[in-house]
């Protein structure tokens, strides 16, 4: 490993500060919003950054405005992708943001605007590493490929999942600059299922019920109340070489949302929700059918089909029927992966933290790579607001976050490590 390399990889990074901070402010003020969905500004302004700087980028567009980009550096084995997505939730009502929420706006050493942090910082980070690692490029025995992807936020199909059923988005390693904050990386995921539950009646008049007509709304109820006493006592089987991990992210998770304790309950076990309920047309009419949507969360340790066969078993019991509305595996990223361990050396030397390791009650693109059992973590400046009123970025973590990105490639491709763990 070459020091000298890496100590100017981190100066060069340090004295395109002000490009960093530019790129940032310029991607936040193309509006981006998914929905709808169209990045088509952003993209482009991202592909001609890239190639003013001699790259060569491919577009690849299954949609309108779904466009997603990929540009490689280097040649060989392994390939490390940084991938990023350009959309943005909607900024919502203007008037309750400090500043435009499309301004860019620098104040106090933090950028403000949509996007902020989640994630246009860490794709200007991607692009700065990337244009930095140019001069080093005779130095990587692998490829460092960028791919800035459109739709994350809605589901990310038409963008990494795209690429990945059409072998366009492979790699070895991946690194997603999903907004965790500088002190975490993010190497594992809870699963879900998404289930619409319908539940067919007999109408008849209000005021005969219950001794007449049967009520849909209430065969819900009822499904719903044995899912959750059925699923939360499921036995659970949750890989040992996460633990410590799961009960990092606990004290975190407690922290974070002030939850008293229930951090554990949510890393460890199932979670619940009716998100919407829809049924009857009237108070005194008894309804002849009801509807809702339930969004259930497991962690590593038992799978999506194990999790679908319980609810099938009892819905058929209690002859409710349903619809999956979506469905994904919980997953992880062992710690012990090259990745994982370059990635926390690099956090090391740069910042003079020891990162925690992080299980996330939610998830991203992540899961794609996960399925198809590519190593990959998330790891990305910010976390203020995130989705949220007056989202915003420290320029501090933007710059520290681009020498991380960059020292990890480097670290990652110009060794003789060849072994994927």
């Not at 084995?77 to 400090?98: C, E, R, S, Y």
């Not at 320029?395 to 990652?412: G, L």
């Amino acid at each position: 490993m070459n020091s000298r390399i890496i100590n100017n990889i981190i100066k060069s990074v340090e004295n395109r500060k002000e490009e960093i901070i530019n790129l940032t402010r310029e991607l936040i003020r193309i509006r981006s919003e998914n929905p709808p969905g169209d990045i088509t500004n952003a993209a482009f302004y991202v592909k001609e950054y890239l190639e003013k700087n001699g790259f060569s980028v491919r577009p690849v567009e299954p949609e309108k405005g779904r466009i997603s980009l990929i540009s490689v550096l280097g040649d060989g084995t392994p390939t490390l992708i940084f991938n990023g997505h350009l959309d943005t939730v909607p900024a919502g009502d203007p008037t309750k943001w400090d500043v435009d929420p499309y301004s860019g706006t620098l104040i106090n050493n933090f950028i403000y605007g949509r996007g902020a942090s989640d994630m246009k910082a860490a794709i200007a980070g991607f692009i700065v590493s990337f244009l930095t690692l140019q001069k080093y490029e005779k130095h990587l025995n692998g490829k460092l490929k960028l791919i800035i992807v459109p739709d994350e936020e809605s589901g990310g199909t038409l963008g990494t999942k795209y690429l990945l059923e059409n072998n366009l988005g492979l790699g070895d390693y991946v690194l997603i600059g999903e907004p965790t904050g500088l002190e975490l990386i993010e190497i594992g995921h809870k699963g879900a299922l998404w289930i619409k539950l319908k539940a067919y009646g007999i109408p008849s008049h209000g005021a005969l019920s219950p001794y007449v007509g049967e009520n849909a709304i209430l065969k819900i109820i009822v499904a719903i109340q044995q899912m959750i006493n059925t699923l939360i006592h499921l036995e659970l089987n949750i890989p040992s070489e996460i633990l410590s991990s799961i009960d990092e992210s606990t004290e975190i998770l407690n922290r974070t949302f002030a939850i008293r304790g229930a951090g554990e309950k949510i890393l460890k076990g199932i979670t619940f929700n009716v998100g919407i309920i829809k049924g009857g047309q009237k108070i005194n009419v008894i309804p002849d059918y009801c509807e809702a949507e339930v969004d259930v969360r497991f962690p590593p340790g038992i799978s999506k089909e194990d999790i679908l066969a319980k609810v099938r078993d009892l819905l058929k019991e209690l002859k409710v029927d349903y619809e999956i509305i979506g469905m994904f595996d919980a997953g992880y990223t062992s710690p012990n992966v090259t990745l994982v361990r370059e990635l926390r050396e690099s956090v090391k030397m740069i910042l003079n933290i020891n990162p925690f390791l992080y299980i996330t009650w939610a998830t991203g693109d992540s899961k794609y790579y996960r399925s198809k059992g590519i190593p990959v973590v998330n790891y990305g400046p910010g976390r203020e607001g995130v989705h949220e009123y007056n989202e915003r970025v420290k320029v501090e973590d933007i710059i520290n976050a681009t020498k991380v990105y960059a020292v990890t490639a480097y670290r990652m491709l110009s060794g003789s490590r060849r072994s994927i763990l």
